[in-house]
């Protein structure tokens, strides 16, 4: 059984006993984490949604350490890419099958900008993005990357509920409580986690008024706390 891992900020491991996948491992120098990379064990994909840096966080250094590939859009690939980095490269509405499941790439409501690397390099503008990952045939993980409330969230359970939702809910960059709520009516999901909050004073949000506002609807949240991981 796949389980779901919290680092953090929108910073997620999804693994089983096969492959090990991150999403935005913002985890080194997050202030919620602060993980080394050197303490991870394996990663095989990592999935980035935008170029900021509170998103694009250990992505190379993973992909090095690892040799693992990147899964982003064709810009910030190609930019990875010339960072010596294993790519894939994708678009939004686009969805590919990878070795431990489907990747779709689906829209998010943000800016199309990057924050400089370390080395002073930076990716290119690109547009930000979530992901549906299906991981084997059947469970599935919507991440929805950094957006803001849009009616087309509609069409991302519409042909099946996922398993998982995981939603902004810190405001100023993303959703606030009461947008996620919404979004958490229009999307089917079996559980919903909170996510992009707490990190820094103006993303601070109360994720129990989010999970107050789901029981209202009838749908179970999960607060994850910083390395709690839930099954799926
Ligand atoms: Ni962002
Ligand atoms: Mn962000």
Redesign the pocket.
């Given at each position: 059984m796949p389980s779901l891992r919290y680092y953090g900020h929108s910073a997620f491991r999804i693994q089983d006993d096969r492959f090990s996948v991150f999403i935005d491992p913002f985890m080194s120098a997050s202030p919620q984490c602060a993980i080394p990379v050197s303490d991870h064990k394996k990663c095989d994909f990592v999935l980035v949604t935008?170029g900021?840096a509170?998103?694009f966080g250990d992505t190379l250094e993973l992909a090095k350490k690892f040799g693992a590939t990147v899964v982003a859009t064709h810009e910030l690939a190609v930019f990875c890419e010339s960072k010596g980095v294993k790519v894939h490269g994708m678009a939004v509405g686009g969805a590919h099958d990878f070795p431990f499941g489907r990747v779709k790439m689906v829209p998010a409501l943000?800016?199309i900008g990057s924050d400089p690397l370390p080395d002073g390099s930076q990716p290119p503008p690109s547009t930000?993005v979530g992901f549906v990952v299906t991981w084997g045939k059947a469970k599935s993980v919507y991440h929805a990357g950094?957006t803001a409330l849009y009616s087309d969230m509609r069409l991302i359970s519409e042909k099946k509920p996922l398993d998982v939702a995981c939603l902004p809910i810190g405001d100023n960059?993303t959703m606030g409580v009461e947008d996620a709520a919404r979004a958490a009516e229009w999307i089917e999901a079996n559980l919903y986690v909170p996510m992009h909050y707490g990190t820094f004073p103006v993303v601070k949000s109360d994720p129990l008024a989010f999970a107050f506002r789901l029981e209202k609807l009838g749908r179970k949240c999960k607060i994850l706390k910083v390395g709690e991981r839930v099954e799926f």
């Open positions: 935008h900021h509170d998103h943000h800016g930000p950094d960059y």
